[in-house]
C-alpha cells in the first residue's frame, strides 16, 4: 500500500509540475499576441480545461468583475496546483 501511495503522489506531483510550466509558458505567450502556431495550440489546448472550471466558478460566483484586466482563473488555478503539488510532495 506504502509504494501505490508513493506512485501515486510521484505522478500526481510530475502532473502538476507540468501543468504549472505550461500555465507560465502560456502566461508568457499571452503577452506577444501575434504569435500563433502549432506548440502555441498545444499548450493552449493543454491548459485551456484546467483553467475553464475555475472560470465558470467564478461566473456562478458573480465574481466575473475580476475576470478583467487580470485572469484570476489563472492565478487560482495555478495557486491549487502548488498547493496539491505541496501535498503530494509531502508523501514522497
Given at each position: 500500500?506504502?509504494?501505490?501511495?508513493?506512485?501515486?503522489?510521484?505522478?500526481?506531483?510530475?502532473?502538476?509540475?507540468?501543468?504549472?510550466?505550461?500555465?507560465?509558458?502560456?502566461a508568457?505567450?499571452?503577452?506577444?499576441?501575434?504569435i500563433?502556431?502549432?506548440?502555441?495550440?498545444?499548450?493552449?489546448?493543454?491548459?485551456?480545461?484546467?483553467?475553464?472550471?475555475?472560470?465558470?466558478?467564478?461566473?456562478?460566483?458573480?465574481?466575473?468583475s475580476?475576470?478583467?484586466?487580470?485572469d484570476?482563473?489563472?492565478?487560482?488555478?495555478?495557486?491549487?496546483?502548488?498547493v496539491?503539488?505541496?501535498?503530494?510532495?509531502?508523501?514522497?
Amino acid at each position: 500500500m506504502d509504494t501505490f501511495i508513493y506512485l501515486l503522489s510521484s505522478i500526481i506531483y510530475l502532473l502538476c509540475g507540468i501543468a504549472m510550466l505550461l500555465l507560465a509558458v502560456r502566461a508568457i505567450l499571452s503577452w506577444f499576441p501575434d504569435i500563433r502556431g502549432g506548440i502555441v495550440n498545444v499548450i493552449y489546448s493543454f491548459t485551456e480545461p484546467l483553467l475553464v472550471p475555475v472560470r465558470k466558478l467564478l461566473y456562478k460566483a458573480g465574481l466575473q468583475s475580476l475576470m478583467t484586466p487580470l485572469d484570476f482563473s489563472f492565478i487560482i488555478t495555478y495557486l491549487l496546483l502548488v498547493v496539491i503539488r505541496l501535498i503530494c510532495g509531502s508523501f514522497l
